[in-house]
């Protein structure tokens, strides 16, 4: 089994900054790429950041910019360092892994709330 914890989400008011983590652990295998969906009620995941080994990280218009994501593949770990937050950033943020057998693994997600 693939553990995804996430860590970092809360309140922030608007113009301010949070940094999720998600740390990997157990039968992984091989990161093929890690990223960060988010969802708000009523509506589908959407994909915020992803970066794949070796690749460049890919963005949704809205967080390109604002949102830098980082793999530190030697600790299993992906970070989103999000800037000048707006309130509609607020959302549930998933962590997701997809490894080299090309197997999608999620986190519990972690609240993000930007007050205006």
């Known amino acids: 089994q693939v553990q995804l914890v996430e860590s970092g989400g809360g309140l922030v008011q608007a113009g301010g900054s949070l940094r999720l983590s998600c740390a990997a652990s157990g039968s992984i295998f091989e990161i093929n790429a890690m990223g960060w969906y988010r969802q708000t009620p009523g509506t589908q995941r959407e994909l915020v950041a992803r970066?794949?080994?070796?690749?460049?990280?890919n963005y949704a218009d809205s967080a390109k910019g604002r949102f830098t994501i980082t793999l530190d593949n030697a600790k299993n770990t992906v970070y989103l360092q999000m800037n000048s937050l707006k309130p509609e950033d607020t959302a549930v943020y998933y962590c997701?892994?997809?490894?080299?057998?090309?197997?999608?693994?999620w986190g519990q997600g972690t609240q993000v709330t930007v007050s205006s």
């Open positions: 997701y892994l997809l490894n080299q057998k090309m197997l999608n693994y």
């Open positions: 970066v794949s080994i070796g690749g460049n990280p």
